[in-house]
C-alpha cells in the first residue's frame, strides 16, 4: 500500500514544476514563501499536511525510517546550513573539545536537567544507519550514534500540558541591530518519542564533526533535514511556540518552509 501513496516529496516535485513553469527565472521559485498568500507556500502546507495525515493516520507513527547497511555509505555526510558556529560560548566549548558542555534540559519538565556528554554517553545508545534528505534535493547516508530523545525526556519527566520540544542552538543565522537570532527548531511529542529520533553525538564511528553539528544534534529521520537541529545548546518542553520567533514553530518555518516536514 506504501508504494501507492503520493509522497510529499513526489507532490513538492509535482508543484515546483508547474511553479518553475510560470516564472521567468527559476531561480525566483521559493521567492517570496513567507508571505501567506504565497501560492506555492499554499501548496507546499496542503502537501505538509497530506503527509502528516498519513504518517499519523494511515501508517504506524513509530514505523520506522530505512535503515541501510555500512556498505551504502559512499560518501562524507555534507553538513547543511551553518558549519562553523562563532559564537563565543560556542567557541570557548570547541576549545576544550566540549569537555565542559552541558545540555540543559527544561521548561515543563519535572526533573530539569543538565547533561555533559560523557554522561549522556553512559545512556543507553541507538545506532542507525539513515538517510539524510534535505529539501534542496540532495542525499547522504550516514551512519549515527548517540542517546534516544524518550529516554531523556522520560529521566527529566515531561510534565502532561508539554506538546512540544524546543531546540535551542548555537550557531547564529542573523545579525543586525535588532539583536543575534540562533537557530531554532520544534518538534511534537509523537515524533520527540519515535524510536529513531536520537541526540546523535556520533557520526560514522567517530566523534560527530563541527561541520555536521558537535557536539550533539537530533536525528528525526522521516522528517527533512532543517528539522535536525545542530548545535543544540539546550531543549525546553513547552505547551505553545507561538511566541519563539516568529509562531512557526522553527527559523525557517517562519520564513515559508512547512512545520512538519515529514517524508
Known amino acids: 500500500m506504501s508504494d501507492r501513496l503520493l509522497t510529499r516529496r513526489a507532490l513538492l516535485r509535482a508543484g515546483m514544476t508547474a511553479a518553475s513553469a510560470s516564472l521567468l527565472g527559476g531561480c525566483k521559485v521559493l521567492d517570496g514563501l513567507s508571505a501567506p498568500d504565497n501560492t506555492i507556500r499554499r501548496f507546499m502546507e496542503r502537501a505538509n499536511d497530506l503527509t502528516m495525515a498519513m504518517q499519523r493516520g494511515v501508517l504506524n507513527r513509530d514505523a520506522l525510517a530505512t535503515e541501510y547497511s555500512a556498505a551504502d555509505i ?5 553538513p547543511n546550513g551553518v558549519t562553523n558556529p562563532q559564537d ?15 545540555l540543559e534540559v527544561g521548561g515543563m ?3 530539569p536537567l543538565s547533561l555533559s556528554l560523557a554522561q549522556m554517553r553512559t545512556m543507553p545508545v541507538r545506532r542507525q544507519i ?19 530523545l524518550a529516554y531523556v525526556l522520560s529521566v527529566a519527566g515531561v510534565r502532561s500540558e508539554a ?13 543586525s541591530l535588532s539583536g543575534t537570532v540562533r537557530y531554532y527548531e520544534t518538534i511534537d511529542l509523537v515524533d520527540a518519542r519515535h524510536p529513531q529520533t536520537i541526540l546523535a553525538w556520533g557520526m560514522n564511528g567517530a566523534a560527530l564533526p563541527v561541520p555536521n553539528g558537535a557536539p550533539l544534534r537530533v536525528r528525526v529521520e522521516r522528517q527533512l533535514g532543517y528539522k ?28 515559508g518552509y512547512e512545520w512538519y516536514a515529514g517524508i
Open 88 to 102: 563565543d560560548a560556542y567557541l570557548a566549548l570547541k576549545s576544550t573539545d566540549f569537555a565542559d558542555y552541558r
Open 163 to 175: 506538546r512540544y520540544v524546543l531546540f535551542h542552538c548555537f550557531d547564529t543565522i542573523e545579525r
Open 130 to 148: 539513515t538517510r539524510h534528505d534535505c529539501v534542496e534535493g540532495w542525499s547522504c547516508i550516514a551512519d549515527w550514534t548517540g542517546v534516544p
Open 109 to 111: 519538565v519535572h526533573q
Open 74 to 78: 559512499r560518501q562524507p555526510q555534507r
Open 228 to 255: 535536525m537541529a545542530k548545535y543544540i545548546r539546550a531543549i525546553e518542553l513547552v505547551d505553545d511556540f507561538s511566541a519563539v520567533g516568529r509562531g512557526r514553530g522553527g527559523y525557517w518555518e517562519d520564513r
